[in-house]
């Protein structure tokens, strides 16, 4: 009776061994599978980044530049004084021409591309 105990205790033993055997080739195939979709998700990924920085460069290339806006219009907008504003009006009524721009030379722009600039009037005649 022993003997067959001990045959009966290794066989279970032995499919115990086993069913932990395939789970292990199972979990190994599973995790594989796994890396294979992960690699597979950030090629599609780094795809998808190189499409939208590709549309993002063609959007910004396609907005109009302040510069571009203004040549079109004919127009700038110009800060200035109160004082300065009449000055400018009275230009305008006397149909003075604007002959030139002079950059200033100690500009308040502090980093944000806004310079200030003398604009030279000729009398008109």
């Known amino acids: 009776m022993l003997g067959q105990r001990g045959s009966t205790i290794e066989r ?44 993002i460069g063609e959007e910004e290339a396609r907005r109009t530049s302040v510069e571009e806006v203004t040549k079109r219009q004919r127009m700038v907008y110009v800060m200035h004084s109160e004082e300065a504003a009449g000055a400018l009006q009275d ?11 002079m950059p200033g030379s100690a500009s308040h722009a502090n980093g944000s591309g806004i310079k200030g600039s003398w604009l030279v009037f000729e009398a008109s005649e």
């Open 12 to 55: 279970v033993v032995h499919r115990i061994e086993e069913h932990v055997e395939e789970w292990r080739r199972e979990d190994a195939a599973r995790h594989a599978e796994v890396e294979a979709l992960r690699d597979q998700l950030w090629a599609e990924a780094a795809a998808r980044e190189k499409v939208l920085a590709k549309a």
């Open 91 to 101: 230009f305008a009524q006397e149909r003075d021409r604007l002959v030139k721009v």
